[in-house]
Every structure is written in structure tokens, then in C-alpha cells.
């Protein structure tokens, strides 16, 4: 079987991580900055990082267009932390000119969870995910507040004082989480997204 070709938006946040994930996840991951890198892939990843900054520069390096219209076309696409803020329709919180790619039926509140010093990990029953609750970190993390009739949760935090918020989701062909997968060895984000890859 062949491995599917993903790419990770190397705009801004943790490509490399994410680089490093997916290939050992069984993907021929690549890093992808143009339009014609972007024509290349069968997925794509949005990586964590600052969310302003990664709609501002989607805008320099003339990615939006591009990544708008192949969510159209059914293409892929997993958001971990400021992925996710990119991948929703409203963002709380947010700057009044950040725009994102407007791909899941969603409402998310950015830094939902505090500050850099209110970063914690917390385990997560992912619906999809075999095994134990996924060991999740969170970075100044967004949380869902509110979905649409057709997309699925996935995952919730189960314990402490964010008990039951909505960090994973899924629509279709596109795929987010609050947390950051690619920083824990904990390959089964990847390799679910891998697979989502792989089936579309």
C-alpha cells in the first residue's frame, strides 16, 4: 500500500513535530509553504502554533485561496490547537481581522483554557481511537463551545476543572483537536488521520 502524501502547513508552530508524527505514522509527510507544494499532497495538516499568525501569513504566501478551495473539493485536513481556530466557521476571542479556512461547523473560544501558565495534560477517550484515554497536552488550548448538526465530537476532557469540554472533533473529511498529539510519542492521532488520509 501505497503511503499517503500529507503535508503540514510550514507557515508558523510545530511542522517538524508534525512532520516527524506522520511519517513514523506511516504517511510521506512533507512540509508545504506554496500552492504548488499544496497541489502535491492528498492531506494536509494545520499545525499548533499562533493562530493570528498563521491567517496572516496564509494571506502572504497567497496559501488561503488554495486550502479553501480543497477543503471544497473534499480534501483531508486535521487541526491540532490553532489548527482547530483556523478550521472553524466562528472564533471567540479572537482579532476582529484574523480570518481561518472555515472548514468545520463550529464555534471555538481561542485560549479558551487561560494563559501559557495555565498550560496542563489531561486524558481524552477519542471516539475512534483505540486504547486508553490519549495522554493530551494542552497549550493555551481553544475549546468548542458550540457545533453544527453535522459535525461529531470526539473527544472531551474527562476530568478536573475542564471536565466535559469539547476538544476533538470531526466533520467529514476534516478533523481537529484542542491538544497537541505530535508533542507526546502518542502516534494515534496521527495514524487515525493517517487512515482518514488514506480512505478519501
Known amino acids: 500500500m501505497t503511503a499517503p502524501r500529507i503535508g503540514v502547513l510550514a507557515l508558523q508552530g510545530d511542522v517538524r513535530e508534525h512532520v516527524t508524527a506522520l511519517a513514523a505514522a506511516g504517511a510521506d509527510a512533507r512540509p508545504v509553504?506554496?500552492?504548488a507544494e499544496l497541489d502535491a499532497v492528498d492531506g494536509l495538516v494545520v499545525p499548533g502554533g499562533e493562530s493570528t499568525t498563521i491567517s496572516k501569513l496564509a494571506d502572504i504566501f497567497e496559501m488561503r485561496?488554495?486550502?479553501?478551495?480543497?477543503?471544497?473539493?473534499g480534501?483531508?485536513?486535521?487541526?491540532?490547537?490553532?489548527?482547530?481556530?483556523?478550521l472553524a466557521t466562528e472564533v471567540l476571542d479572537g482579532r476582529p481581522d484574523q480570518r481561518g479556512f472555515s472548514g468545520i461547523d463550529m464555534t471555538v473560544r481561542r485560549n479558551a483554557f487561560g494563559r501559557q501558565v495555565d498550560?496542563?495534560?489531561?486524558?481524552?477517550?477519542?471516539?475512534?481511537?483505540?486504547?486508553?484515554?490519549?495522554?493530551?497536552v494542552f497549550i493555551r488550548a481553544p475549546w468548542v463551545e458550540r457545533v453544527g448538526s453535522?459535525?461529531?465530537?470526539?473527544?472531551?476532557?474527562?476530568?478536573?476543572?475542564?471536565?466535559?469540554r469539547i476538544v476533538a472533533v470531526r466533520q467529514g473529511n476534516l478533523l481537529a483537536t484542542s491538544f497537541h498529539p505530535e508533542l507526546t510519542g502518542d502516534l494515534r492521532v496521527h495514524a487515525y488521520f493517517v487512515d482518514l488520509v488514506r480512505a478519501a
Open 119 to 136: 498550560s496542563f495534560e489531561a486524558p481524552v477517550t477519542i471516539t475512534g481511537v483505540p486504547g486508553d484515554p490519549f495522554h493530551a
Open 33 to 35: 509553504r506554496r500552492p
Open 75 to 86: 480534501m483531508p485536513v486535521y487541526g491540532s490547537c490553532a489548527g482547530m481556530i483556523m
Open 65 to 73: 485561496e488554495p486550502i479553501d478551495k480543497r477543503i471544497a473539493d
Open 150 to 164: 453535522g459535525v461529531q465530537v470526539i473527544g472531551s476532557v474527562t476530568g478536573g476543572p475542564a471536565a466535559d
